[in-house]
T-cell receptor, first 117, second 113 residues
Framework: NAGVTQTPKFRVLKTGQSMTLLCAQD?????MYWYRQDPGMGLRLIHY???????AKGEVPDGYNVSRLKKQNFLLGLESAAPSQTSVYFC????????????????FGQGTRLTVV | DAKTTQPNSMESNEEEPVHLPCNHS???????IHWYRQLPSQGPEYVIH???SNVNNRMASLAIAEDRKSSTLILHRATLRDAAVYYC??????????????FGRGTQLTVWP
């Protein structure tokens, strides 16, 4: 049971380059999330998705795009990387919330450390 | 969206109980209170959650105030492996913000041997 897998684990980009971070989950979860975490900060939500084909903006969406073409995958794209996007990126997934009186937990990947020089 | 307030840091000695507070004065009636923790160099992991009643599981206990405006995560006997950042989160289940999961800066727990 792999859970949530992020690819790649490390990457160095030059300013202006583009790249895509891949998040894959094998738990058939509806909800998926992308966060960034900077030193001394908590996690800030970039974008999220409540189902296949749908995406929504979080707290810090500027400079990022996302796609959820398949339920199990959530892609985070940087079209023109900037040094301010140097961060650790975490992906998470969770089941549908409204399944009754109980709420559900989110599962996180191990993170992608991105450096933009 | 309802927000949470936590102390930046707390310290404890090993094998002592730890009470991690969280204030959420603008919580709505349908918000669940979740706690996650993040060990060094790892992604966050779920600890516990609750709505109105106190909750217990193998990792911790969650005490929720009667007016739900605050809660406390209780680690009954802290170990060195409990040193982590602890996040108190309100899970928003309404309308256009359904599914959004916000973290703050959390509380950095240091456990001394």
């Amino acid at each position: 049971n792999a859970g949530v897998t992020q690819t790649p684990k490390f990457r160095v980009l030059k300013t202006g380059q583009s790249m895509t971070l891949l998040c894959a989950q094998d738990m058939n979860h509806e909800y998926m999330y992308w966060y960034r975490q900077d030193p001394g900060m908590g996690l800030r939500l970039i974008h999220y998705s409540v189902g296949e084909g749908t995406t929504a903006k979080g707290e810090v969406p500027d400079g990022y795009n996302v796609s959820r073409l398949k339920k199990q995958n959530f892609l985070l794209g940087l079209e023109s990387a900037a040094p301010s996007q140097t961060s650790v990126y975490f992906c998470a997934s969770s089941p549908t919330l409204w399944t009754g009186p109980r709420d559900t937990e989110a599962f996180f990947g191990q993170g992608t450390r991105l450096t933009v020089v | 969206d309802a927000k949470t307030t936590q102390p930046n840091s707390m310290e404890s000695n090993e094998e002592e109980p730890v009470h991690l507070p969280c204030n959420h004065s603008t919580i709505s009636g349908t918000d669940y209170i979740h706690w996650y923790r993040q060990l060094p160099s790892q992604g966050p992991e779920y600890v516990i959650h609750g709505l109105t009643s106190n909750v217990n599981n193998r990792m911790a206990s969650l005490a929720i105030a009667e007016d739900r405006k605050s809660s406390t995560l209780i680690l009954h006997r802290a170990t060195l492996r409990d040193a982590a950042v602890y996040y108190c989160i309100l899970r928003d289940r309404r309308g256009s913000t359904l599914g959004r999961l916000y973290f703050g800066r959390g509380t950095q727990l240091t456990v001394w041997p």
